[in-house]
């Protein structure tokens, strides 16, 4: 009976805890929301946390976009040369990155660079009663530290999302038109001619924007329930990087399901 | 970092990331700016087998892309495919127009491809097409081929 | 009659007991009075719940029974907005001043003002530099909390939460870990602020001498219990033997600060054998 106990609570404390958590991430979200009048009151909040985590990932973001653009390109063209096809490189490399590529590996590299860093950030600052400081002085800590955040998160990584599709077209280019020798013009024509701005384009970019919201409120979030030691603050920008990863690709997938049809 | 330089990084970035995003609006794809942001007027036509066609296909005109498919139904009375179609004010048919799906490369994706006639009259928002070839389904095709064959 | 003597005091603890999670209660049953305009020093060993019994007087926990009014207001059952507005009037210096690390000492100091005051940035930058200059820091303004000594730190913290003329001051352990030296100044700025700004000042500390110094009214606590109170030349010829250890710094062997008995750990040597 005791073992059947044991069980039983060993599977339904993590659930139960999930949904805690659930119910914890949505009251911040929400209190997120109702400081936005407060953040566009005082904007040079969000501009700092936009150079933060948007300016300081720029290189990062259009070096992965070039290389990763470069390898659709190569590898485009080793299949589609099979079918006499060479010509569509360019509409393969732009559909794969704005699609899919460019929304899920910029919100990665995203929260692996800038959500981890944020999460440390309040963390610390949780850690060294920073926070408990500002709720003393009537100032609540969501409102003036993880709101600014958040919003500057959501703001730059659909941002930083076309800066990688960009590059990544451009280092598609290299490899099929400098390297490979490609038609240039039949490379930006079959582009585009396939690429639809509604379908393809602007599909890429709400999925980029969905990401954000979620990649940045697990950023604040787990920073804001972090145990206050050096241990607790590692573990939860491990955390932020671990679930932003899972729940990007669960989303994407439900995102992709519901656009592409 | 003073705030000055913060703010100009800042807006660097953000010029950067529009910049970014109205490049693939406008240099990458068609239908915005050229098409769909200018009126369009719909016409519709109808096929006895449409093969792959989806919507959103590419409506061509000599290969051109003046159009895409809005909208595919069943006529219930007959039992053709209804092909609605979207297209760009700037470009007129005559009312003899002809419609024809057609594959982009053997496996390719399929489209409509337009070809106007000789009458001086236009085809006007709602009208119809009514020349229509169907699309090629490569089983039918090689159905015929083998039936050929065997007959010889 | 009731109403005048509530009126005379800032803070009213009644029968109060808190404990983390089902853990032994840290404040049991405690009931004080904090007077206005007073220096009143809460003092006691490590783990006495003097920090508690602070965290419990700004409201950032609320206590399992018992009520605690601020300002003759129950802060208890308030509202979040209401905690918000009360701790307009109350200031508190944490135990390493919790300077915000991503600002310099000037808006450190000018955060209060921004956040909960319309004063235009000219006004802000004149009670920034009476203020720093009150503790003595006067032209540190474009320093970083980092580049500040431990004495120097809690000093912009102390210039911080006095920056709106609170009525009400908590100081949490603000002598520890500082040289003599630092420890008098500090000391000295909490009598002047306390004098000059007319305001209360509860004093958390396990420091005999400062708090003897500065002190109007001594508050022991031991076990989550009040076990002596009275002024500083009282509770100096206390009789309670606690007291008297504390003051004096001895420990006997009557004085138990085992986490476990010794009883237990001899137990665990002979399983372990």
Redesign the interface.
Known sequence: MNKVYTFISAIGKPFANFIIHLGAIINVFISILYSFVYVFKNP?LV??E??YC??KS?IIISCSGFFVGMVLALQGYNTLSK?G?VSMVGSLV?ISL?RELGPVLTAILFAARAGSGITA?IGL?KA???L??M??????PIK?VLAPKFLGGVI?T???C??F??SG?YGGYVVAVIILKLDEGSFWSQ???N???????LNG?IKSIVFAIVINLISVYQGYISKPTPEGVSNATTQTVVNSAIIIFALDYILTALMFK | MK?VT??F??G???L???G??F???V??????FTN?SKKSYFLSASFNNIGSLKV?A?IKVSGF?VG?VYNIYLNQHNYQAVVVMELNSDYKFSTDSSAQILTT?L??EQYIALQSGAESAYLKNGDTISITSSALVLENLIGKFLTNISTK | MNISNNSNYVVNLESVTFSYRDKAPIINNITLKIPRKKVIAIMGGSGSGKTTLLKLI?G?IKPLSGSIKVFDEDIVNQSNKGL??L??K???L???G?????MNVYDNVA??LR??TNLPESIIRKVVAMKLNAVGLFGTQNLMPNDLSGGMARRVALARATVLDPELMLYDEPFTGLDPISLNVIARLIKELNEFLNQTSILVTHDINSSFKIADYIYFLGNGKIVAEGSPQEIKNSENEFVKKFILGGIDDSYKYEYQSISEYHSYLSRTK
Do not use: C, W
């Open positions: 040079y501009i700092k936009i150079y948007g300016v720029l079918f096809s732009a704005l950030e600052m060294t009663e920073q408990e400081a709720n003393v002085m009537a100032v609540s003036r730059s659909p941002l930083l076309g800066t599709n960009v077209i582009m585009i001619s690429i639809d701005f509604h379908y393809d384009v970019i | 705030e913060i703010n990084l800042v660097i970035f953000v950067i990331g529009i970014s995003l490049f693939l609006s240099k990458i794809s068609n239908n915005f769909s959103a590419p892309i895409k490369g496996l390719g | 700004s950032q918000l507005e701790r307009k109350l200031g508190l944490f135990q390493f919790a300077l915000f690390t991503d955060f209060n956040e909960n």
